[in-house]
């Protein structure tokens, strides 16, 4: 499944993005890792909402991102609602998700469009007067339309643009065209090979969220009742993203983060894969009631999030009831495993700005590649994969947010938040459960839904879950979040996807003179060797655990020596990031 049009597995899999969006060549291939492991790439195009990519140099085709031309329900309106921040005083903006395109107002320049400013998201909307903005073309042709605001957009305000669209895309019909072109792979050859062995699906983030929802809709089954997959890999989906895909003027590139999209309907109960009861509605279900084949079969299914989603995007709800009081466990055709102190994506800036501290460093890629292939066994050969190992309250590896902050050591430079992004129940009338029709632009706010967050340890790294390697043979404190700096204006939200990183001292002395509670790479590591043998005793337990692959043990090595040589030799007066690299 493409993310925002953007082929994303070879990046993360195979260690190489294409060119362009396009593999045409070996190198396109990075490792070979998907290739070597007997497996064949689709990718199809399923959402119309990408944004047009301007050229990234003079002479350099722009990326060719994968968009799906939906059929349009024409004559139909309705209303729509944009929020957006900036990042610098602006006096023009775009309105539309994140790098994509939003539905335009029926009216050119409609009159009736209302703007309103609020500084945090529950504070009351002030609203700006209409004489004192105007819609604007897009910069880019095809691209997203624009406003214009006398006396400019600040940084430190969250802006919301609501007015009468029409002509709303069946943005569900690019879910049932993934159905039907893989019932069609499912049984018919690829160019000079037989049919396939297997068919299994992956989506990283966003797509694993269009995989969720095409099983909350039963659009995993095609029109003769068979399963068009029997497993499928949702890497970071977070609460899981049974909303947001198939309702009338979706826009899928929107989902909710602490600053923005709080309104945007991302994530609704059920979110766990077993039966559980809503308190609140008094509903019971599940993710799956829909998604049998007419045998009454379940494809296999592996959720993966890194502890990033469970601070930013819900991911405690897809095993916890939704009031957050008790575990429910997975189907039994479900693995769930927690990635701790991982982030969305494995981290690359080696800038601290516009964050309070540096991003994590911890390589969760590495543990995709051993599920992936786990799964192609579980499907075909019914090898079952490694128990599902995420952080649960029954055996205290999961707990609140106040439990969190008072529990992590102090005195070493990182704050947690005081809260991380709660689900919110979305009211928008009585048709939108049964049609995706919303009748209340914006929605209506019942209570929250209860998320809770990893423990941490007395290091601050999480607990339970998929113990990585950097956490078993740890440098510093990986956490799931990092807090947007002060500068940015928004200093009490977290970043949507990163996490962060702060490296324990190098010796005794350092750490006394830095009042670090946590104890010094001198202290845990009497020699580098020392440290060699940790991380190769670390590796050797993930490879057992079928959580590391054998052919990944020495990649793993090189790089977390390589960062424990950067953290010795580094200038501990310098505060840049750039040591969490190698140049």
Same mark, same amino acid.
């Given at each position: 499944?493409n993310?925002?049009?953007?082929?994303?597995i070879?990046?993360?899999?195979?260690?190489r $993005?294409?060119?362009?969006?396009?593999?045409?060549?070996?190198? #396109?291939?990075g490792? @070979?890792?998907?290739?070597?492991?007997?497996?064949?790439l689709?990718?199809?195009?399923?959402?119309? #909402?990408?944004?047009?990519?301007?050229?990234?140099?003079?002479?350099?085709p722009a990326?060719?991102?994968?968009?799906?031309?939906? *059929?349009v329900?024409?004559?139909?309106? @309705?209303?729509?609602?944009?929020?957006?921040t900036?990042?610098? *005083?602006?006096?023009?903006a775009? &309105? =539309?998700g994140m790098r994509?395109?939003t539905?335009?107002p029926?009216?050119?320049?409609?009159?009736?469009?209302?703007?309103t400013?609020?500084?945090?998201?529950?504070?009351?909307r002030?609203?700006i007067?209409?004489?004192?903005w105007r819609?604007?073309?897009?910069?880019l042709k095809g691209g *997203?339309?624009?406003?214009q605001l006398?006396?400019g957009?600040?940084p430190?305000t969250?802006y919301e643009?609501?007015?009468v =669209?029409?002509d *709303?895309y069946?943005?569900?019909?690019?879910?049932?065209?993934?159905?039907?072109?893989?019932?069609?792979?499912r049984?018919?050859?690829f160019?000079?090979?037989?049919?396939?062995?297997?068919?299994l699906?992956?989506?990283i983030s966003?797509?694993g969220?269009?995989?969720a929802?095409?099983?909350h809709?039963g659009?995993?089954? #095609?029109?003769g009742?068979?399963?068009? +997959?029997?497993?499928?890999?949702?890497q970071?989906p977070?609460?899981g993203?049974s909303?947001?895909?198939n309702s009338? +003027?979706a826009q899928?590139?929107?989902?909710p983060?602490?600053?923005?999209?709080h309104?945007?309907?991302?994530d609704?109960?059920?979110?766990?894969?077993?039966p559980?009861r809503?308190?609140?509605s008094?509903?019971?279900?599940s993710?799956l009631d829909?998604?049998?084949?007419k045998?009454g /079969?379940l494809?296999?299914?592996?959720?993966?999030?890194?502890?990033?989603?469970?601070w930013?995007?819900g991911a405690? %709800?897809?095993?916890?009831?939704?009031?957050g009081? /008790?575990d429910v466990?997975?189907?039994?055709?479900?693995?769930? &495993?927690?990635?701790? @102190?991982?982030?969305?994506?494995v981290?690359?800036?080696a800038?601290?700005a516009?964050?309070?501290?540096?991003?994590?460093?911890?390589d969760h890629?590495?543990?995709?590649r051993? %599920?992936?292939?786990?799964?192609?066994?579980?499907?075909v050969?019914?090898?079952p994969?490694?128990? $599902?190992?995420?952080?649960?309250?029954?055996? @205290?590896?999961?707990?609140?947010?106040?439990?969190?902050?008072?529990i992590?050591?102090?005195g070493f430079?990182?704050?947690p938040?005081?809260?991380?992004?709660?689900?919110?129940?979305?009211?928008?009338?009585r /048709?939108?459960?049964?049609?995706?029709i919303?009748d209340?632009v914006p929605?209506?706010?019942?209570?929250d839904y209860?998320t809770?967050v990893?423990?941490?340890?007395a290091?601050?790294?999480?607990?339970?879950?998929?113990r990585?390697?950097?956490?078993q043979?740890?440098?510093?404190?990986?956490?799931g979040?990092?807090l947007?700096a002060?500068?940015t204006?928004?200093?009490w939200a977290t970043s949507?996807?990163?996490?962060s +990183?702060?490296? +324990?001292?190098?010796?005794?002395?350092?750490r006394?003179a830095?009042?670090?509670?946590?104890?010094?790479l001198e202290?845990?590591?009497?020699t580098?060797d020392?440290?060699?043998?940790?991380v190769r005793a670390?590796?050797?337990?993930?490879v057992?655990?079928?959580l590391?692959l054998?052919?990944?043990?020495e990649?793993?090595?090189?790089?977390n020596?390589?960062l424990y040589?950067r953290?010795?030799a580094?200038?501990?007066?310098?505060?840049?990031?750039?040591?969490?690299?190698a140049q």
């Open positions: 499944m993310n925002r049009g953007n082929i994303a070879l990046g993360q899999v195979n260690g $993005s294409p060119a362009h969006n396009d593999p045409t060549t070996a190198a #396109d291939a490792d @070979g890792f998907r290739m070597r492991h007997g497996f064949s689709l990718f199809s195009a399923w959402t119309w #909402d990408v944004a047009p990519s301007a050229p990234p140099a003079a002479g350099m990326p060719r991102p994968l968009v799906f031309a939906p *059929p329900a024409k004559g139909v309106k @309705g209303r729509v609602q944009n929020e957006f900036v990042n610098t *005083p602006t006096d023009m775009t &309105y =539309a994509g395109l539905y335009e029926a009216v050119a320049n409609d009159p009736h469009a209302r703007l400013a609020r500084a945090r998201p529950d504070d009351q002030r609203p007067a209409r004489s004192a819609f604007v073309e897009p910069d *997203p339309g624009r406003v006398e006396g957009f600040q430190d969250i643009l609501t007015y =669209a029409k *709303p069946v943005t569900g019909a690019g879910l049932a065209g993934i159905r039907d072109l893989l019932s069609w792979f049984d018919h050859p160019e000079n090979a037989a049919a396939p062995r297997n068919v699906m992956f989506g966003q797509s969220r269009v995989i929802r095409m099983l809709d659009l995993n089954v #095609d029109e009742g068979k399963l068009v +997959f029997s497993g499928a890999y949702l970071v977070g609460a993203g909303a947001g895909f009338r +003027f899928p590139t929107r989902h983060s602490m600053m923005e999209e309104d945007y309907p991302a609704a109960f059920p979110f766990t894969s077993a559980a809503d308190p609140v008094g509903l019971t279900a993710t829909k998604a049998r084949d045998q /079969r494809p296999k299914l592996i959720y993966a999030n890194t502890s990033t989603e469970f930013n995007r405690s %709800l897809i095993a916890t009831t939704p009031d009081e /008790r466990a997975p189907a039994d055709n479900v693995r769930i &495993y927690g990635f701790m @102190g991982a982030q969305h994506y981290g690359r800036s800038r601290r516009p964050f309070t501290a540096c991003v994590s460093t911890s890629y590495l543990p995709m051993a %599920l992936i292939v786990a799964l192609d066994e579980w499907t050969n019914g090898k994969p490694p128990a $599902s190992a995420y952080p649960q309250l029954a055996d @205290g590896t999961l707990t609140t947010v106040a439990d969190y902050r008072a992590f050591p102090k430079g990182l704050t938040p005081a809260q991380n992004l709660r689900e919110p129940r979305l009211n928008f009338g /048709r939108f459960a049964t049609q995706g919303a209340s929605p209506g706010h019942g209570d209860e809770r990893p423990a941490p340890d290091d601050g790294n999480d607990k339970g879950g998929v990585l390697v950097e956490l043979a740890p440098l510093g404190t990986h956490t979040w990092n947007r002060s500068d204006r928004f200093a949507r996807f990163d996490g +990183f702060v490296p +324990f001292a190098r010796t005794e002395a350092e006394v830095a009042g670090d509670p946590r104890p010094s202290q845990r590591y009497a580098r020392a440290y060699v043998a940790a670390a590796a050797g337990r993930q057992a655990a079928g590391l054998a052919e990944d043990v990649r793993t090595l090189k790089q020596v390589g040589d953290i010795l580094r200038d501990i007066a310098d505060q840049s990031c750039g040591y969490l690299y």
